[in-house]
C-alpha cells in the first residue's frame, strides 16, 4: 500500500506563490498516475492536475497556466507549484496516486491526508 503525505501549504496573499509536496513512502512515484485535487468548504472536490507513468501532465481550466506539476528526479516526490494565487484556490489540497487510472474523473485508490491552502489579503 502506498502511503502519501503532502506538505507545503499555508497562508498566502493574492498573487502569491507555494509549492506543494507529495511524498510517497518506499514507492517509486513513477509506477503511478499521481493526482492533486483539491475541495474547499461547501464545495465538491475538484480534479487539479494529474502526471502518469510516462510523465505527461493535464490540468484543470481552472489553475492551468498557474499550476505545475512535477516529479523529483528519485521519483519519490511529486510536486505541484501554485503561482499567482487567487482566493478561489483556498482549499485543502489531497495528493493521490493510481496504478490504473490517470482520469480525474475517477476515485484514485491512495490518498494522502491533506493540506491546507488559504489565498487571503
Known amino acids: 500500500e502506498v502511503q502519501l503525505v503532502e506538505s507545503g501549504g499555508g497562508l498566502v496573499q493574492p498573487g502569491g506563490s507555494l509549492r506543494l509536496s507529495c511524498v510517497a513512502s518506499s514507492y517509486d512515484t513513477s509506477r503511478y498516475c499521481i493526482f492533486w485535487f483539491r475541495q474547499a468548504p461547501g464545495s465538491e472536490r475538484e480534479g487539479v492536475a494529474t502526471?502518469?507513468?510516462?510523465?505527461?501532465?493535464t490540468y484543470s481550466d481552472s489553475v492551468k497556466g498557474r499550476f505545475t506539476i512535477s516529479r523529483d528526479s528519485d521519483r519519490f516526490i511529486v510536486y505541484l507549484a501554485m503561482n499567482d494565487l487567487k482566493p478561489e484556490d483556498t482549499a485543502t489540497y489531497y495528493c493521490?496516486?493510481?496504478?490504473?487510472?490517470?482520469?480525474?474523473?475517477?476515485?484514485?485508490?491512495?490518498w494522502g491526508q491533506g493540506t491546507q491552502v488559504t489565498v487571503s489579503p
Open positions: 502526471i502518469d507513468m510516462l510523465g505527461s501532465r
Open positions: 493521490a496516486a493510481d496504478l490504473w487510472t490517470c482520469d480525474m474523473a475517477n476515485d484514485p485508490k491512495f
